[in-house]
Structures are given as C-alpha cells and as structure tokens.
C-alpha cells in the first residue's frame, strides 16, 4: 500500500460498533496484521478472529500500554514497532499476557505518558524519549548533538551490549523505567509554509534567527541555541497550531513524524540536519517488567527485539515509500502530495553545523550538564562512550544492514 489507509472505506460510526463489540486493542491488531485495505465485513471478521485468540484463555497479566498519540493508522507511517510488540508478546506468552493498547492520546501524551508509567497507570508506554526526557532526565544521555553520525549508528548502539550499560541500566536504576526498543531517525527542522516561497535552503546560515519549536530535552535546546535556532517550548499536540498559525518558523523534529501527525500541509521543507537523536522509544516499568515469571520476562525481551528488527527495517521502507524523505522523491508518497521539499544538506554544511554545536568542537556549553548525566550514569563519560560506539560501524553503513544483536545478553 502506499500509505495508511487500511481503514479509509470504513465509516467512524462502523468503527465505533467494532470497537464495542470486540474492544479497541483487538480491532487496533487486527487491523495492523492485516495485508491491504480492509472492508468493513473482513475488519470485522479479523476482529472476531483476534478477540477469539486473545480471549481464548484468561491472561496472567493485563498490560496497559500507553501509546500517545499512535493508532493502527498512523503507525504505518512512522513505523515504532508498537503493534508489532504487543501481537508478538500475546502470541509467544499464549495469552498469559495480554495487552491493552490505548493510542490517540485517551490515556496519556507525548508529554505525560513516562510520568503515568512511573505512577502505575499504564505500565507500557510509547513516546519519543526528547518528550519523555521532562520525566525521566536520564533521556538527555541520547541527545549530545552529532553524537550519531547516522541512523545506522543509533541502530548499532540500540543493539550493542553498551546500550545495556550505557542507556538502559542507568535509566532502570533512577527512573524505574525498561528501556524496550526504538525507532530511529535523526532531528532536523520543519519549516513552515513561511519558507514556502523561499528558495530551497542549502547552507546552515540561512537558518539562523528563525524561531523554532524544541521538546522537552534539555540537550536539544543547548543544541539549537548554539546553531542560533531560538528554541521555542511548544507541547507536541500544540506544534501544528503553532506551525498553522505562524507562531514559529518550524519545528525540530524528524521526517515521519511530520508525516504521521498530519503536519505535512503545513510544513514546506524538511531540512536533515541531524544534529541529534529522534527516538520513539517504548518502554516499561520495571516494577511491572521485575513482578513478571522469568520466562514471561525472556518473552518480553524477546517481543523486543522482534520490535526493534521490525521497526529498523519498516522504518526504512516507509521513509521512502510512504513519507516521501528521499531524493529523488516517490511519486504518491505523503511529502509529494503535500508539496513538503526534503533538503538534505551537503557533508560541509554539516561539518560546520556540527563544529558549532558539538561538544567535541565546542565542549564548554554542554559541561554542566554532561557532568549530571555522568554523575546519573555511576560516574561514565557517556558522551565519549556513545560517540566511539557510534563509529565502531563505517559511515556509509545503510541503517537496514546493521546487523540485529540482542543486547542484554553481552
């Protein structure tokens, strides 16, 4: 298919009775297992079949997974992998596990769903770790700018038995929170429909000044501060008010993310900077994860890594054939249709981007808190320790050809 319209022929009054009858997680799965567009008679019958399956047996654990603002829909466009993990730990526990998936933002958001996991309200959660980082700071260790030469690299690293050490152990152990698997891209910034008009960017310089929206990361505003980019703190749900409105500029973030939040109409070029992490992580609550029978707790991990193979290849694809971030661009994709310009700078624009904002070329700015996040870690230098994993893999290494590893076992 060539984009995220299994459901468009089936009315929302159609939906709604699917949802009552078979409950919206199984609708949700089956609709995301499904091979192409579906009728409203074969959602239903998927729905039936997975509501049999997932309620064949009466589960040892319910698990409540908060998945911001994703849907069956939208998580065809930025492939996160969600879906995909909670069918896989229902089928490989049997149904001692079942999942409840709770998407479009009805349980919590970018902004708030680590701090419900934290609380105990949901015990799965699904969010970018930059929003995420507001509740669990640790987050900030993935967002040193030009850390990650490429998509490739954070791949590598989410798969290197480092990450285990580096990530996930320090952020297990201050925030109670199971770093599972993630997406990645790297950040750049969409422009609103003021740049329009304007021509295509093709050097750093001409950013500078324009006012522009920054998440919840700490990191990332040293970041755009040092590239004179005038951080603006806007909520996710609120950056496409604010890009309609010509509030701000443009937005830090990646490509599928415009495409999946249905920015693209405002949005007029994507500019690929890369100057630090897009992750949409999902991540558990280890008192929830640590409560589970060890060989629920192998499945878990297992359902992980099933997710993160799936997200680093579906990601991949649908960057290209779904959101329209190539050069040359596909026909039909999201971007084309929107008339969204990919700018994809030369390696000597990067270089000076990076010589102005990275703490290798410019350190002193980034000392206070790269000394908190070290101190968090149990005294690593996590910087330098992220940068060199990064670059243990060749530059031009493709992100779907870095080798699968499951990181927790060394």
Not at 35 to 51: I, K, N, R
Not at 272 to 301: N, R, W
Request: charged share 20%.
């Amino acid at each position: 298919m060539k984009i995220a319209n299994k459901l468009a022929g089936i009315s929302r009054r159609d939906l709604m009775r699917l949802t009552g009858r078979f409950g919206v997680s199984s609708v949700l799965l089956a609709a995301g297992g499904a091979g192409g567009a579906l009728s409203f008679a074969s959602l239903a019958q998927a729905a039936e079949s997975t509501y049999e399956k997932r309620f064949g047996k009466e589960p040892k654990h319910t698990l409540k997974f908060g998945a911001s603002g994703f849907n069956a829909r939208n998580l065809l466009i930025e492939r996160a992998g969600c879906l995909e993990f909670a069918r896989d730990l229902e089928e490989r526990t049997d149904g001692e596990i079942r999942v409840e998936f709770i998407g479009d933002n009805q349980i919590c958001s970018q902004l708030s769903c680590v701090e419900k996991t934290q609380l105990g309200i949901v015990d799965i959660y699904a969010a970018s770790t930059q929003n995420s980082a507001g509740g669990a700071p640790y987050l900030n260790v993935l967002d040193y700018a030009y850390m990650f030469p490429s998509r490739a690299a954070q791949y590598y690293f989410l798969y290197s038995p480092a990450s285990q050490t580096i990530l996930r152990d320090p952020l297990e152990k201050r925030h109670g929170l199971k770093f599972l698997f993630s997406h990645c891209e790297l950040r750049g910034l969409q422009m609103g429909l003021g740049w329009q008009d304007k021509p295509q960017v093709t050097k750093v310089e001409e950013l500078f000044g324009s006012k522009n929206r920054v998440t919840g990361t700490q990191l990332g505003r040293i970041a755009m501060q040092l590239l004179n980019l005038n951080p603006v703190p806007i909520a996710w749900e609120e950056t496409l008010d604010g890009l309609k409105q010509g509030l701000i500029d443009g937005a830090e973030t990646w490509a599928s993310a415009v495409a999946y939040a249905n920015m693209s109409p405002v949005v007029s070029q994507s500019i690929d900077l890369k100057f630090f992490c897009g992750t949409e992580h999902t991540a558990m609550s280890s008192k929830v994860y640590d409560a589970m029978e060890p060989h629920l707790q192998d499945a878990i991990m297992e359902s992980a890594y099933l997710a993160q193979v799936h997200v680093q290849a579906a990601n991949e694809a649908a960057l290209v054939k779904t959101v329209g971030f190539s050069d040359p661009q596909l026909p039909d994709t999201i971007f084309v249709k929107e008339n969204v310009k990919p700018t994809f700078l030369p390696d000597s624009e990067i270089k000076i981007a990076e010589e102005m904002c990275s703490p290798e070329f410019n350190p002193e700015p980034w000392e206070q808190w790269r000394e908190r996040i070290n101190n968090w870690s149990g005294g690593l230098d996590t910087y330098t320790d992220i940068y060199n994993v990064a670059r243990e893999i060749p530059i031009d290494t493709l992100p779907e050809n870095v080798e699968p590893r499951r990181w927790w076992r060394g």
